[in-house]
């Protein structure tokens, strides 16, 4: 019974997590017409620089400590006095840290405005931008620690508390004061900001404040290894945003960011809850011998599904626009279909990469990860000059490409799995030919027709012809049976 209610818990959170992610990834897209009808498109690439400018600050100041926590607490510090000096330890550390780059920060605003708006923007947004980072870091910790207590409940209400905040300051500061970039900054300030001191609070009556930094050690462990790969996945998906305004100006930024928003849709509504679902799946297949076989068939599954919503993306890519986009942004419909493809591609890597997890070669497909983003700033370089924002997303397709065939090589050499290479091949042939033939369709009802003929002739021919349509359909339920019995 007690394994049980364990099993039952760790569903419970992973189910909890996956929802407030899903419901914050979903309404954030409710913003974006709000966006696009009173941003510029030179305000909306600029607000892309500044949000993934606080983003990647905010990884180098932390260096992945607050999320070692969990490692911290549960093998290295037991009692809740150790803890306490653990985090007051890691406190400790972090406010110099942050005071320091938030001064810098400060000192250079118009140094950084220039370079990253290119007399486009102002100063004043670098300067908003310094609070937005520091309300970002009084979040992260306090959230991080509800994670760690596995107080799941507690972290989505948080969650979705912190986006009603930056929703309503939007509404206020964009709509209402119409205050443009400046107004959305002060929102997200305000959001995380409020909702940090408050929560801030709380930790600090279990904090036992010290300077004692050896106390760090295992965090740092778990933390700085994992630093590289962070970066390294952030370079690769924005190091465009900074290159395109050099070249262009942030009008193409603008245009190329909205691409990008669109073709998260495929990360919202499929990769995200495929994750929450996958990473303790793959673990517990562990000690399964029949365990690569399922890899396999998950991994064709993931294909075929991931092929058809790149389909159903490009048919319906112009509505999109012009619903989110207010009809100003119709030029990112190339960008969109090779963005889209790099989603395409980094779903496959999820899955291929299990191996890799199981056999614990993670070191090495950080190094591959550490390449791809190398080759796209080489691609982003040589081809936006020429292609503007399309060529930045050709540039991340190759690089997704290029990481996912790395990995493909590091999994297969380490924890060999048979695909079923023909079968892939046939849905792929499939996939390029009704993406030809939906550009030769000048109706929206025969790209309707295209594709609902490609649905049942690609996936579900497929799964019909092979056996597999019932084996998908009832493997779920027999599985958590057979999990229950062996219980």
């Keep these: 019974m007690e394994k049980n209610h364990r099993l039952s818990f760790l569903f419970n959170n992973s189910v909890i997590y996956a929802f407030s992610n899903l419901l914050q990834r979903g309404l954030a897209f409710m913003l974006l017409p709000l966006y696009t009808r009173y941003f510029s498109k030179s305000e909306f690439g600029a607000m892309e620089q500044v949000y993934q400018m606080v983003m990647v600050l905010s990884i180098i100041t932390s260096m992945g400590m607050p999320q070692g926590l969990v490692r911290g607490f549960y093998l290295d510090a037991k009692s809740e006095t150790d803890q306490g000096k653990m985090l007051g330890a890691l406190v400790a550390f972090l406010l110099p840290v942050t005071a ?26 670098i300067k908003l931008s310094v609070g937005f980072y520091i309300a970002i870091l009084l979040q992260q910790l306090p959230m991080q620690l509800l994670k760690t207590r596995q107080q799941a409940d507690r972290y989505a209400v948080w969650s979705i508390a912190t986006f009603l905040l930056i929703a309503t300051g939007n509404l206020y500061f964009i709509m209402y004061l119409n205050w443009g970039l400046q107004g959305m900054i002060i929102a997200n300030i305000l959001g995380f900001g409020l909702t940090g001191i408050y929560m801030s609070s709380g930790m600090l009556r279990q904090m ?20 590289p790969a962070l970066l390294a996945r952030k370079i690769l998906e924005v190091s465009d945003r900074y290159i395109i305004p050099y070249y262009h ?11 990008a928003r669109i073709s998260n849709i495929m990360d919202v509504v499929l990769l995200v809850p495929f994750l929450y679902a996958w990473q303790p799946f793959l673990y517990s297949q562990s000690d399964n011998p029949e365990a690569p076989k399922i890899f396999a068939r998950v991994t064709h599954y993931m294909f075929m599904v991931l092929c058809s919503l790149f389909l159903l993306i490009n048919i319906s890519q112009g509505w999109i626009l012009s619903v989110l986009g207010n009809g100003r942004y119709s030029e990112a419909e190339g960008v969109i279909t090779w963005l889209v493809l790099s989603v395409l591609f980094n779903g496959l890597q999820y899955c291929i990469s299990a191996g890799i997890h199981l056999r614990k070669k993670l070191k090495w497909e950080v190094m591959i990860m550490v390449a791809a983003a190398i080759l796209n700033i080489v691609l982003n370089v ?20 290029f990481y996912l065939l790395g990995t493909f090589v590091l999994a297969q050499k380490n924890y060999p799995v048979a695909y079923n290479k023909m079968r892939f091949v046939n849905v792929a042939v499939q996939t390029a030919l009704a993406f030809v033939l939906l550009g030769m369709a000048e109706t929206f009802a025969l790209k309707s027709v295209v594709f609902i003929g490609y649905v049942i002739a690609c996936p579900l021919l497929d799964l019909l012809l092979n056996g597999e349509f019932r084996v998908l359909l009832g493997y779920y339920p027999s599985y958590f049976k057979k999990a229950t019995a062996k219980g």
């Design 208 to 227: 036992k404040w010290n300077t004692d930094f050896s106390r760090l050690a295992p965090l740092m462990a778990f933390g700085l290894p994992m630093l």
């Design 249 to 259: 100006g942030l009008d193409e930024l603008g245009v190329y960011v909205m691409g």
């Design 382 to 401: 040589m081809l936006i000059p020429t292609y503007k924002g399309t060529g930045a997303a050709m540039a991340t397709a190759a690089a997704y490409l």
């Design 100 to 125: 320091c780059i938030a001064l810098i920060l400060w000192i250079f605003s118009d140094f950084l405005s220039h370079a990253l708006f290119r007399q486009e923007g102002y100063s004043i947004w």
